[in-house]
């Protein structure tokens, strides 16, 4: 989970890269992502909580000039003073002895709660950020099932993690690759919308998507996990398109339902809302991120979050192709 939690968003650093025009687009300049009027030492915030689970380490650090190189030593923050205050109780948190920009909670951490307000403040050198997060209710997977592409049928029903210790072991849970169409049905809750990570579990197992377009570099540019654009599903329903899985094996669908300030942060930005990964909606293709820090940039978003295993089974062990 916390790995999948990095992949999908380390916005501190990205935030970082766009300033000195590390982005995704090779055709943007530096600074261009956020503009001139983000100048340099502007607080950025990387604070993710979910539901269920303890206060998390979070990351402060700095814009820096375009044309300097991204490390700990010239963007992490140093020495801050950060506090996270829910319902009249506070909890302070410490500077990690070796990274700059890495903040631990306290000890025995308390989880975090749903439908609860949690008030972020952080002080660095006369600059205050303050922000403040409303997490989800608490998030499940009600039912997973396979649907026949042409009737929208049942074809298969899966075995979820409250059901099974072993959702990998169980055949309900085996699926040939393009073959009907996955959907995960839930009860929607007060969220403002939803992101999606999938994550290969196998190192080191073969392609089971092959085609005759892709070329060597092709294959070489695929990740082992994906995350999704933001988007809605007031029907409580996900479709997983099948070009968002690529390796056979054992796979993890995390359905994250998220709060308004990660909605917006994802929504709006290139590196997550439109250009790059899969789903989204329509129109969403946005130049400047929406950030919900006062004083700063970056985002302190929460999630409720569930999970689903699957085996990607080839229609034919021919059609694999070796990842190393």
């Known amino acids: 989970m916390e790995q999948d939690m990095k992949d999908l968003l380390r916005v501190g650093w990205l935030v970082a890269l766009v300033m ?12 261009e992502l956020f503009g001139s009027d983000l100048d340099e030492g502007r607080l950025v915030v990387d604070a993710l909580l979910l539901v269920d689970r303890p206060l998390p380490d979070l990351l402060v650090s700095q814009t820096i000039a375009p044309g300097q190189p991204v490390t700990d030593r010239n963007s992490g923050v140093a020495g801050a003073s950060v506090v996270i205050e829910s319902g009249g109780s506070t909890y302070v948190y410490t500077n990690d002895a070796q990274t700059r920009a890495l903040y631990h909670p306290p000890a025995n951490a308390p989880v975090v709660m749903p439908s609860t307000r949690y008030n972020l403040r952080i002080s660095a050198d006369g600059r205050v950020a303050t922000a403040t997060t409303l997490t989800p209710d608490r998030f499940a997977i009600r039912e997973a099932v396979l649907l ?27 699926v040939i690759y393009q073959d009907g169409l996955l959907e995960a049905r839930f009860n929607p809750g007060q969220a403002a919308g939803y992101q999606v990570g999938v994550l290969s579990l196998d190192e080191g197992s073969p392609f089971v998507l092959t085609a005759d377009f892709l070329e060597e570099d092709d294959y070489a540019d695929f990740k082992r996990n994906s995350s999704s654009p933001a988007f809605v599903s007031p029907n409580g329903t996900l479709r997983l398109p099948w070009f968002a899985i690529v390796f056979a094996g054992r796979h993890t669908l995390r359905i994250f339902a998220v709060d308004e300030n990660w909605f917006d942060f994802i929504r709006t930005s290139p590196e997550f809302g439109g250009e790059g990964g899969f789903g989204g909606n329509a129109g969403d293709n946005f130049k400047f991120p929406q950030f919900h820090v006062d004083g700063g940039i970056g985002v302190f978003g929460s999630a409720s979050v569930d999970s689903l295993g699957f085996v990607v089974l080839p229609r034919d062990p021919t059609d694999l192709r070796p990842s190393n």
């Open 148 to 174: 026949d592409e042409q009737t929208l049928g049942v074809m298969q029903t899966f075995v979820t993690p409250s059901e099974t210790d072993d959702v990998f072991g169980v055949p309900e849970n085996q």
């Open 20 to 31: 000195v025009g590390s982005s995704c687009s090779t055709e943007r300049k530096a600074g």
